[in-house]
C-alpha cells in the first residue's frame, strides 16, 4: 500500500512539473514577444518625437522648404487634379509633356 502511494505522489509530481515547465515556457514567449512590441513603440516613437523636433515650427518648415526645394513646389488648381482609380487611368504622354 505505502508503494502504491510513493507511486502515485511521484507521478503526480511528474506531472505537475510537467505542467509548470510547459506553463513558464508559454509565459516566456508572452515576456518575448510583449518586450519586442515594446521596442518596436519606442523606436517609433523616438522617430515621431525627432520628427515634432524637427519639423515642430512653421519658420522651421520654411527654412526647409527654401533650402531643399527652391521653387520646385508649384500651386496646382484643383479643377487640374486627376483622382486616379487605376494605374490603367495614367496618360503617360500627358505627364511627359507636363514634365518637358
Do not use: H
Not at 8 to 22: E, G, H, P, V
Not at 31 to 45: A, D, P, Q, T
Not at 54 to 77: A, V
Amino acid at each position: 500500500m505505502l508503494r502504491k502511494i510513493f507511486i502515485i505522489i511521484i507521478l503526480l509530481l511528474i506531472i505537475s512539473t510537467t505542467y509548470i515547465k510547459n506553463y513558464t515556457k508559454k509565459l516566456d514567449e508572452k515576456i518575448f514577444e510583449v518586450k519586442e512590441n515594446i521596442n518596436y513603440l519606442i523606436s517609433i516613437k523616438e522617430l515621431v518625437q525627432l520628427e515634432n523636433d524637427y519639423l515642430s515650427s512653421p519658420s522651421k518648415l520654411l527654412d526647409f522648404y527654401n533650402i531643399y526645394f527652391d521653387n520646385e513646389l508649384n500651386y496646382t488648381l484643383r479643377k487640374n487634379i486627376e483622382i486616379i482609380n487605376d494605374i490603367n487611368q495614367i496618360n503617360f504622354e500627358k505627364m511627359n509633356k507636363n514634365e518637358q
